[in-house]
């Protein structure tokens, strides 16, 4: 049947393989199910072929044999549908045929990307009855899918029970925990891999650069970066890419600006992308409009993406009349807006105090608004202390059935701040009603290489008491250059020492005051990842600490990065 392959590589189109079909049919070629199940599998997974048909023609076949399942299977597993393929799978082993390790695989990977968690430990249990575990393939498709649907710990399971590990076992794992919510222990295994001999690939090190811009971990991603310079990885653009907005993601502008201008590969649009929108995200916005003008210069036209990333600098910077233009221009060019363009222009309106406006952008989306779109609206509304502006943002985020804390919480600041506090209570009350939990803040920052997390009034640390002591010394220094605390950040009826006790010890604080303490260089940069945007009030003691202490500080929030340096933020005062 190898005149059916040669055939099958000619079929450019769909019209090609269904006149391809009738030939196989009248040469009597098509009975056979060798034959069948080629041209099934060429149907159901080449961009030639047309999955539905693929599937008609397997539902009239009396009694299909194991290749034509394993076709059917492995086109609906990568179809947009990938849960279809269980299905199949459940059928196929009700069948007489039954199901050998390629079928085991393609269901494996239907159940990555359908995230089918419950699914995935019953797959498990047949890989073991059906006698396949010694499979090292196979395992690794299945440490994938316990990965990708989030079951990390039977992940670990698979990966200490394999004897041997080969490269593709390693991937699989590190991005997994990159991936999951677990990025310190994705750098502690690509440090144990590279202990154990095993040399990084490619895929390797875009894990452990997305685990460290996870933890904001510059040192280590410092390393991974040497790593990929020293194997010539650094040749391939996708790498490039990651170094590039790790390095931003880790507050190191300049060092991702280096690494773009001295690409040795083909810049490609996704690379222009991640640089503009690393300068947006540190508040640069004229360079970041100068790249994307570089950027078309360069032969590379902008798409949504690219749009959205300039548009995202001008929001940073507070360029109102640069972002609308930009918004404006996307119409001329041809480029569909879609509602992240939508939400971008919302903040930079409503970051401006030009709710109105912001409103009227709202109102004339041709698309229904999402719910990050009237959060933005209710955040811009709690700044500039519009109740009623903020109450019909709240009330859509109620109709659409959003759960989300932060939007009770702004809410009841809002009122707090006008001291509403019946409107308080009442929000608070409604949170409880409906189990809302208040999202703990916490940060992050590296010291000697290793990750040190802090919450909110931390005493787990073990020099707690050292740095309790230095946050006390900082109160008392910048109280001489005339701080006062900001104690209508804390929203609760309560006197005001209370209050400026509650502020004292945030968690960026108390990370800023660690570092303080370990890095006795004043040249050392103290980094923090702040999984919530900074408060105001430990915005302003963050910049006189870096005055009086001479000390640049970064600090990465949910939505940007402030540097710290000389008693002033890169953000302007505009965040």
């Known amino acids: 049947m190898a005149y ?57 076949i009396t009694s299909p044999y194991k290749n034509e399942w394993n076709a059917i299977i492995r086109g609906l597993a990568q179809s947009h549908n990938p849960i279809d393929a269980l299905t199949f799978y459940v059928s196929m082993s009700r069948s007489l045929c039954k199901p ?5 695989s ?89 202990e154990e001999n095993m ?7 875009l894990g452990a650069l997305s ?89 590379i036209d902008p798409d949504s993406v690219s749009y959205l990333a300039a548009i995202c600098a001008c929001n940073h910077a507070g360029m109102v009349e640069e972002g609308m233009k930009l918004f404006d221009d996307m119409d001329r060019c041809g480029v569909s807006k879609n509602v992240k363009h939508y939400g971008s222009m919302v903040d930079l309106l409503g970051r401006a105090g030009r709710l109105d406006e912001a409103y009227e952008i709202v109102q004339s989306m041709s698309t229904v608004p999402d719910v990050v779109l009237w959060q933005t609206l209710l955040g811009a509304s709690k700044t500039y202390s519009n109740v ?14 959003s759960n989300h804390c932060g939007d009770f919480v702004l809410l009841s600041n809002l009122y707090a701040a006008q001291g ?41 640390h ?39 006790n509650a502020l004292c010890y945030h968690s960026e604080k108390l990370a800023v005051a660690f570092g303080l303490i370990s890095t006795p260089d004043d040249r050392t940069c103290i980094s923090v990842n702040k999984n919530l945007r900074i408060c105001g009030d430990c915005h302003v003691v963050i910049k006189l600490i870096s005055k009086i202490y001479k000390r640049e500080i970064i600090v990465r929030d949910r939505t940007r990065f402030h540097r710290f340096k000389d008693g002033a933020c890169s953000c302007k005062e505009y965040w």
Not at 290 to 297: K, P, T, V
């Open 199 to 205: 040399e990084p690939n490619e895929v390797t090190v």
């Open 211 to 299: 685990a460290c811009l996870q933890l904001g971990a510059n040192k280590e991603g410092e390393l991974v970066h040497e790593y990929i310079k020293s194997k010539n990885l650094d040749s391939k653009v996708i790498v490039c890419n990651a170094v590039i907005d790790m390095y931003a993601k880790c507050g190191l502008v300049g060092r991702a600006y280096e690494v773009f201008n001295g690409m040795k590969c083909l810049r490609t649009r996704v690379t222009w992308n991640t640089m503009i929108m690393a300068l947006a995200m540190y508040g640069d916005g004229e360079q970041a409009l100068e790249l994307f003008e570089r950027m078309s210069q360069a032969g």
């Open 100 to 104: 050998d390790a390629l079928t085991c």
């Open 462 to 500: 073990p020099k707690w008491n050292e740095i309790y002591w230095k946050l006390d010394e900082v109160s008392l220094r910048i109280r001489e250059y005339g701080y006062v605390a900001e104690t209508n950040y804390v929203f609760h009826d309560i006197g005001p020492e209370e209050k400026e």
């Open 420 to 460: 509403r506090w019946h409107d308080v209570r009442r929000v608070r009350e409604a949170m409880k009603g409906q189990d809302v939990k208040k999202v703990p803040g916490f940060s992050y920052i590296e010291v000697g290489g290793t990750i040190y997390k802090f919450m909110n009034g931390d005493k787990n």
């Open 4 to 60: 059916v392959d040669s055939l099958l590589s000619k079929c450019t189109c769909f019209s090609k393989l269904k006149q391809l079909q009738a030939h196989l049919i009248i040469t009597g070629n098509f009975q056979f199910y060798t034959c069948r199940a080629k041209f099934l599998d060429f149907c159901a997974v080449s961009s030639a072929g047309n999955l539905p048909y693929a599937t008609h023609i397997f539902r009239h």
């Open 106 to 194: 393609f269901t494996l990977k239907a159940c990555a990307r359908a995230l089918a968690r419950s699914e995935t430990p019953q797959l498990h249990a047949h890989v073991i009855r059906f006698g396949f575990a010694a499979d090292v393939l196979l395992r690794t498709t299945l440490l994938d899918a316990y990965s990708k649907c989030g079951d990390l710990d039977y992940a670990y399971k698979v990966f200490d029970e394999m004897g041997v590990r080969d490269i593709a076992i390693w991937n699989a794992l590190i991005a997994g925990l990159a991936q999951g919510n677990r990025p310190t222990e994705a750098l502690l295994l690509f440090k144990k891999m590279r």
């Open 388 to 401: 009623e502006m903020a109450e019909i943002a709240s009330k859509k985020l109620v109709e659409m059935g």
